[in-house]
């Protein structure tokens, strides 16, 4: 049985919690929040035995031996290496890191103590995605040509209620690493598009600003266009989005809505949901001469994705496989982002920097 503590009570954390309730090979062992009331509601809310004081109580339990850390991102890298230090396995939130520095000291002190970093990602295992990698992978589409995502971001009724808190460090570069939508957010399409199409060479990007709300003087990264290119240029990607406070989003999350198209020689799949919907298609299509198939069945539903990466390292841990997402991924990942905001502040393509053992 594998005892996992929480770090972060947030608003993530729940589902978070969710996986941990489907397997019975690990449990949410205890928790610990800045905020020791949440803590203590959250320990009730999800049976965790132990509400801990501070994070080195968390560190110095024997009885933990995974910390999941949902903490704002400027934390990330010295609780990483803190945890690795006491020799706990380590699930870090996207982005792991505020720069790439910093991203190499937490995958080298986890080598170096010999546990295991994941960098927690759920896009990747969204099912419709997860669809849409196995029709490229069975050649229905020939060979990618082009990844298309087009995300747009605004309002909805049935929305979760995300408190000031979780919002604030957000708008500030030096608890987030950058803006809510092309970075913290941001980080998921990038992860994508990695995924589906592999780890792009260069990258240029325009990112605009809105206000959040008309008169809030509150600024939101968006609208932004990213493009990028593989192999040299021979396949490319792009991504557009937009937030307007107008746009209703029909949403039990957050109200994101992101379209896929990718483009491959003889066919293009699509897919038509994201943590919200604009249109009633089936989460994913495919294209292919001449004819459409509908995959009407493919589970959609937003927290899917965070069961299936839990899961996925609990299974990895018991059976001494590497996670899906490593601490090597999470930085490929990572500089593909920072790529992207250095094009748009330099107003120049910028190559992805993959650092030396990963050139
Ligand atoms: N799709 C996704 O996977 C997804 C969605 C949302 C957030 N996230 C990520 O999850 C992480 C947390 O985001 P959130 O939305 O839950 O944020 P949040 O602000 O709602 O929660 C963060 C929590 O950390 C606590 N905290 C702050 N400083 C702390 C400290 N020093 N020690 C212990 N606790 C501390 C806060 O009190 C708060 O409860 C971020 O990395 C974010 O990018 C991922």
Redesign the pocket.
Known sequence: MLNVAF???????D?HALGYQRTPEARLYGV????PA?ARAKAEEWGATKVYRT?EEVLGDPAVGLVEI????H??GAMTVAAAKAGKHISV???MALDLGEADRMVAAARQAGVVLRV????VFYPPYIKARELILAGEIGEPVSFNLRVRTGVGKRAWS??G??WA?RFDPATCGGGPLMF?HG??NFSLAMFLMGRPDKVSAWIGATEIFPGSGLLVDAPAAVWWTYGGGQRFGVMDVVYTSDLAIDTEH?ADEARLELTGTRGVVFVNRMTGKLQNRAPVELYRDGVTTSFEHVPAAWEES?VAATLDLVEALAQGREPSLTGERGRDVLAFALAAHRSAREGRVAAVDYGPEGA
């Open positions: 770090v972060g009570c947030g608003r993530i954390s589902l610990y929040d800045l905020d949440r994070f949902l903490t704002p991102h934390l990330h939130q996207k982005p927690y990602e759920n896009f995300i408190p808190d979780s460090w913290d980080y998921h957050y965070f």
